[in-house]
């Protein structure tokens, strides 16, 4: 029996001709990620080792991005910590302030993960670069520790789910529709410990930034890891952003999978996930009249370019709702620059909302849009739990930038079209 693509590149990360699903697994690890939230426990840890060095000080990332700029001091002391380590252990991709961005973001527009990698992040989000290509997964903050001190980490092989993707999506449909519509198809945990593998024509028709997007929330539907040929698209963006060799694996045409899912793009409508799950999925259909208070464009899911130009096609001549808060966060310093170079931060202000250098903040309801007892958020981040964003009696309905910037305008969800 073949291979799928995740299987194909554990094998070669473990040193072995073939795996199989299940099986427990060594793998060399290509890149150590680590955040200013889960990088001190880790570091902690390394503190308990024997090996008082990282494995190579060229193969761990620390991006402080949750809390910073710094919001109070027990954030400042996190972003001390990692500060020293990095300092102390020479870590060459360390980004300060000023140099970060969201991590997700920031590490592919590095070029700091390719095809065929094997990463782990302590954050849930790292599948984020199956996009290209890569096996990514996230592991808790020991598993890091370990990663940091010996290169090297255990896996079990998941088994597989092959998504084929048809057709070409209709205007204002986005890499986020498609990925809500998936979770809400297959449920929360629909692909426990599974990989997603994407496949099929309508790959084509998806931009690296929608890739990275479903890639990234390939976690809400509980699975290891989602991922995808690498194609044309994937080797343009390589071409501009990596910054050392590669390795294209495919999947063998006699490789197993558990199933086997038909997702027709062609026939997707913008879809938002309500309250308080990802998997309660609703489409342009059915939202009803849905009062809103805030509105969030931003996170490691929807914070790159496309996001912002989508955005700003919708709020352009337009200007928010009385009473309402937009946010707008650009996911690096990167995408900053060319969304002010390009005029879309005017087009941002000029709308009424604000603009915030890259940050997590209100994604995980850590600060800069915090929401109280009973307000309603669109936003275009990842997860919607009871009290992600704020107060345990707040809301949060994900969504993708043009419907979350509509929803701005109208002061309620909305599409595009409806304003």
């Known amino acids: 029996m073949g291979m799928t693509m995740t299987q194909k590149i554990l094998a070669h990360g473990a040193?072995?001709?073939?795996?199989?699903?299940?099986?427990?697994?060594?793998?060399?690890?290509?890149?150590?990620?680590?955040?200013?939230?889960?990088?001190?426990?880790?570091?902690?840890?390394?503190?308990?080792?024997?090996?008082?060095?990282?494995?190579?000080?060229?193969?761990?990332?620390?991006?402080?991005?949750?809390?910073?700029?710094?919001?109070?001091?027990?954030?400042?002391?996190?972003c001390k910590c990692v500060r020293e380590f990095a300092r102390k252990n020479e870590i060459t991709n360390y980004f300060e302030v000023g140099e970060m961005g969201i991590e997700h973001a920031l590490l592919p527009e590095k070029g700091l993960t390719v095809p065929g990698d094997v990463i782990i992040g302590a954050d849930s989000h790292t599948c984020t670069y199956g996009a290209l290509g890569a096996f990514s997964t996230g592991v808790g903050s020991t598993d890091m520790a370990a990663g940091m001190a010996t290169g090297k980490a255990w896996f079990k092989v998941p088994s597989a789910i092959k998504f084929v993707l048809t057709g070409k999506p209709a205007e204002f449909i986005t890499g986020k529709d498609v990925i809500l519509h998936i979770?809400?198809?297959?449920?929360?945990?629909?692909?426990?410990?599974?990989?997603?593998?994407?496949?099929?024509?309508?790959v084509s028709y998806l931009s690296m930034d929608d890739r990275f997007t479903i890639s990234n929330m390939a976690i809400e539907a509980g699975g290891k890891n989602g991922i995808f040929p690498v194609d044309e698209k994937t080797e343009e963006y390589l071409k501009e952003h990596a910054t050392r060799a590669w390795t294209k694996y495919e999947a063998d045409e006699d490789a197993e999978y558990d199933e086997v899912i038909t997702i027709e793009l062609d026939k997707l409508k913008p879809t938002?996930?309500?309250?308080?799950?990802?998997?309660?999925?609703?489409?342009?259909?059915?939202?009803?009249?849905?009062?809103?208070d805030q509105v969030v464009i931003g996170s490691c899911t929807n914070g790159r370019i496309s996001d912002m130009r989508e955005a700003a096609e919708v709020l352009k001549g337009r200007h928010i709702a009385k009473g309402m808060r937009c946010i707008v966060i650009p996911a690096t310093q990167s995408v900053y620059m060319q969304a002010m170079e390009e005029g879309l931060l005017k087009i941002f202000i000029e709308a009424g909302a604000v603009v915030s250098t890259p940050t997590c903040g209100p994604c995980l309801g850590g600060y800069m849009g915090i929401l109280a007892a009973g307000e309603r958020c669109v936003s275009t981040t990842n997860r919607n739990f009871v009290g992600r964003m704020g107060h345990v009696d707040s809301e949060v309905y994900l969504a993708s930038p043009y419907v979350a910037a509509a929803s701005a305008v109208a002061g309620k969800i909305a599409t595009p079209a409806e304003i």
């Open 183 to 202: 979770i809400g198809k297959i449920g929360v945990d629909g692909a426990l410990y599974r990989s997603m593998e994407f496949t099929g024509e309508g």
């Open 15 to 78: 040193g072995l001709e073939e795996v199989k699903a299940g099986q427990l697994i060594m793998c060399d690890l290509d890149l150590v990620l680590g955040n200013d939230i889960t990088s001190p426990v880790a570091i902690k840890e390394m503190d308990r080792f024997n090996k008082k060095t990282v494995f190579d000080k060229d193969k761990i990332a620390l991006v402080p991005d949750h809390f910073v700029p710094n919001k109070d001091i027990k954030s400042a002391e996190h």
């Open 272 to 292: 938002v996930s309500f309250p308080h799950l990802p998997e309660n999925t609703h489409t342009s259909d059915d939202w009803g009249d849905v009062k809103i």
